[in-house]
C-alpha cells in the first residue's frame, strides 16, 4: 500500500447512541488492522524506554452518514469499479450476536438487502475513496 496515493475512512451512521459508535468503530478498526497489517507501524519506545505498540501510519478520518446513505454506499461498492478496494462493513446482525459462530451461521440464513449497516471502513485507492465519501461531513 503506497501511503501516499490510499485512503482509508470509517463511515459511520450518525444516528446510533455513543456507545454503538464506540463499539463500531473499534470493531471496524480491529478488522482493518488484521486485514491490512501493512499499515500499522512498528513498536516505538518514549524516551524512558518504555515500549509502545505500534498504530496506523496515517489518519483514519471518522465520517457521519445516514443509515439509508450507508446502504446504498455498501451497495455501491458491490460494483465492480469498486472491488479492489477493502471493505469491512458491521451490520445489526453481527452486533446483536452473543458469539460469532452465532454470526456465521445467522449470516448464510441473511439475504445482503436485510443487513442494516451501523458503520464501514473503506480503504484502497485515494481517488475511489474520495469518489464515494469526500463530501461526507466528520463526525464529531
Known amino acids: 500500500m503506497s501511503l501516499e496515493n490510499e485512503k482509508c475512512v470509517i463511515v459511520m451512521d450518525e444516528g ?11 470493531i471496524l478498526g480491529i478488522t482493518l488492522g488484521k486485514t491490512l497489517p501493512e499499515v500499522v507501524g512498528a513498536a516505538v519506545e518514549d524516551a524512558s524506554g518504555q515500549s509502545h505498540l505500534g498504530i496506523i ?11 439509508e446513505a450507508i446502504k ?24 446483536s450476536c452473543k ?17 442494516n449497516y451501523l458503520g464501514l471502513a473503506i480503504c484502497g485507492a485515494k481517488k475511489k475513496v474520495n469518489q464515494l465519501t469526500g463530501s461526507m461531513p466528520l463526525l464529531r
Open 16 to 26: 446510533l447512541p455513543l456507545g454503538l459508535i464506540a463499539n463500531t468503530a473499534a
Open 57 to 67: 501510519e496515517f489518519p483514519v478520518p471518522i465520517l457521519r452518514s445516514t443509515s
Open 72 to 95: 446504498v454506499l455498501r451497495e455501491r461498492l458491490y460494483l465492480l469499479e469498486f472491488q479492489e478496494l477493502t471493505v469491512v462493513d458491521f451490520s445489526d446482525l453481527a452486533q
Open 99 to 115: 458469539t460469532y459462530t452465532e454470526f456465521a451461521e445467522r449470516m448464510t440464513q441473511a439475504p445482503e438487502n436485510s443487513l
